[in-house]
């Protein structure tokens, strides 16, 4: 069984982060370590959150599991909190990850335009030197345009998007896949570019609303679904339908959370639709 290690806060309530990471990558046959950046009692949308940073123990867990000989298939990071994790987390890249482990850098800051409550503005600045190490690069737009300082918009044509992925390229990721593109009122997609510089882009209904935790369940499926051989195109085609399916069930379930998204419910169905992708059998 392979082993991902999982680098970004546990949100005691909220349905992101390591509270989405482990159980879908889990849920995907994979071994999932955690390495938790910060400790929060609820994620930051909600009023009165309290946090804390868990930088102290990185490297001693680091430090440990280098005296353990752990070995990871890939490495995956999300939400750091503090700048000065974005260092912590590059050694612990050097370390842990070969020039064949697949590194997925999911740049957790910001989504609609803004910045999460309670993070340093110098984020986005220290952010661009993580996404050198990365083999793909999972931003939404909000998040492309602080880390290529082009201007946070609405909607998108071709060209906005062909120059955020141009853009977060030129910062070292070998793979940038953009979410939340939308360029016709009724779609939404993630957008798709590697060093042969085609632009694919992949496109579901546009669902209207706010869903907290979404972009980190594109991530966990992305890199659950490259560490287990998916080509990056289809890994994100993937993820996305995923989303799609989640937000579909959680607009209908009448027992919905505000703060997160019914991800649980489609769990099955993503399994379902990994085993034809990596074309295994479905259990009768
Ligand atoms: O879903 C992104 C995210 C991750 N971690 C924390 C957050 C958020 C978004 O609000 O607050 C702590």
Redesign the pocket.
Known sequence: MKRIVSI??L?CI?K??LGVALPVLSAMGLECAALPT?L?SA???FDG?V?RDMQEFFRPVAAHWRALGVRFDAVST??L?DPALVELVQAFISDFASPQTPVIVDP?MA?HGRL???LSPDLPEKMKSLCRHADILTPNITEACLLTGLAYRETHDEAFVRSALEKLLQLGAQTAIVTGVHMRADRIGVAAMDDSGEMSLYETAYLPGVF?????LFASVCAGALTLGLPAKDAAALAADYIYDTLRVTAADPDRRWYGVSFEATLPALIARLGRALGKEEPQ
């Open positions: 970004q806060d949100s909220g992101c982060s910060a929060l994620h930051t949308a959150f946090c999300g939400y909190g957790v989504d999460y409550a309670g907290y935790g979404t972009g980190d």
